[in-house]
């Protein structure tokens, strides 16, 4: 499976932005996912992730995101989604999405992941 961001691009504070990660590949109903983003200067850090089983597994997010990010996949066109609401100028990072093989959710470490995809940049203006 290889993964490739878009959707990334300058958003005014509390506006809205939403991410897709298309994944090429095979096999891409038996990978949890997972979105990291990276600020300058900052460690890559976990956004949220969802389960290889999709919605029969509660998805997992950082509390900074909580109640403003959502997360979700279609296994039809083999893409996981990031919807952001009310953005933030915190929010402004390179966002990277990642996939893990038979994961329930929960895994929020950079290294517990196996594949990545290249990134892409959300820069929210205050």
């Known amino acids: 499976v290889q993964l490739v961001e878009s959707g990334g691009g300058l958003v005014q504070a509390g506006g809205s932005l939403s991410l897709s990660c298309a994944a090429s590949g095979r096999d891409f109903s038996i990978y949890g996912l997972a979105w990291f983003r990276q600020a300058p200067g900052k460690e890559r850090e976990f956004v949220g992730s969802i389960s290889w089983k999709g919605p029969a597994y509660p998805a997992y997010y950082t509390e900074s995101v909580r109640g403003r990010f959502s997360i979700s996949r279609d296994n039809a066109k083999n893409t996981v989604y990031l919807q952001m609401d009310n953005l933030q100028p915190e929010d402004t990072a390179v966002y990277y999405c990642?996939?893990?093989?038979?994961?329930?959710?929960?895994?929020?470490?950079?290294?517990?992941?196996?594949?990545w995809g290249p990134g892409t940049q959300v820069t929210v203006s205050s």
């Open positions: 990642a996939a893990k093989m038979f994961e329930y959710g929960g895994a929020y470490q950079v290294e517990q992941y196996e594949i």
